[in-house]
Structure formats: structure tokens, C-alpha cells
């Protein structure tokens, strides 16, 4: 199960439509971890030429779906909370990794970290798991 799990992670989650549409990235996956990287386009920003806080929500939601499907069984997220820590420029990459905080076997409880290019720590999040066998 452990080799399916992963391979539906990198193959099947990691290039859902909506996350090949916004050029979110999978960089490294794992059991129960997750790497993904996004550059910030133009089109991502807000009114004051920053990256919108639903870009980098939809790449903390999409890190903890590409993690938590990596574990025993398929998962959906059903929660995410996320802290804007600083403004993430034009043009910059910013990558999210997610790890397991808890994974039982119906719920799990996933931390989500977003850096940009240099290395800040510009948003965390963590995320809730339903996990179906």
C-alpha cells in the first residue's frame, strides 16, 4: 500500500487540474511529507502588487493534499487555516512543505510552512485530513 500511496500522490494529486492550472509544482514527496514550489505571476497579486493571500492558500490546501494522500489511505482536506507572516513579491518562488503533526487512521493533522525564495517564512498553515480506506 505504501508504494500505491505514494504513486497516487505524485501522479494523480500532484497534477489535479486546478494545481497544473496555477503551475503549483511537486518538488519532493515522501510518506506523509510534501514539497511543492509556485513562482508568483502577475495575475496572482493583490491590490498592492503582493501575492494574494488565495495563492498561497491554494498551495498550503494542495501541499497537505499531496502529503496526506501519501499516507495509508486516500485522503480529502477538509480544513485548512493559514497566518500571512510577510508579503511574497512579483516574480519570487515560494515553496511549501507539509509534514504530519497526527495521522491516525480516519483524521489527520497536517503543518503546512511557506518560504520564499530567500528562505523567510512568509505564511504556515495546517490543514485536516479525512482519510477513506
Not at 505504501?2 to 486546478?18: G, T
Not at 498551495?59 to 497566518?83: G, P, T, Y
Not at 500571512?84 to 515553496?95: C, H
Amino acid at each position: 500500500m505504501k508504494n500505491e500511496s505514494l504513486r497516487y500522490a505524485r501522479d494523480v494529486v500532484a497534477v489535479d487540474p486546478m494545481a497544473t492550472f496555477l503551475g503549483i509544482q511537486l518538488k519532493e514527496i515522501r510518506r506523509a511529507y510534501a514539497r511543492l514550489s509556485l513562482d508568483i505571476r502577475p495575475e496572482y497579486l493583490n491590490a498592492l502588487g503582493r501575492a494574494h493571500g488565495m495563492i498561497v492558500s491554494a498551495l498550503v490546501d494542495q501541499a497537505a493534499a499531496e502529503a496526506a494522500n501519501s499516507a495509508e489511505h486516500r485522503a480529502l482536506i477538509v480544513e485548512i487555516k493559514v497566518n500571512f507572516l510577510d508579503a511574497v513579491s512579483p516574480g519570487d518562488t515560494v515553496t511549501a512543505e507539509a509534514r504530519a503533526l497526527d495521522l491516525r487512521k480516519s483524521l489527520s493533522l497536517w503543518q503546512v510552512d511557506v518560504h520564499d525564495s530567500s528562505g523567510k517564512l512568509v505564511a504556515t498553515g495546517q490543514a485536516v485530513g479525512y482519510h477513506r480506506p
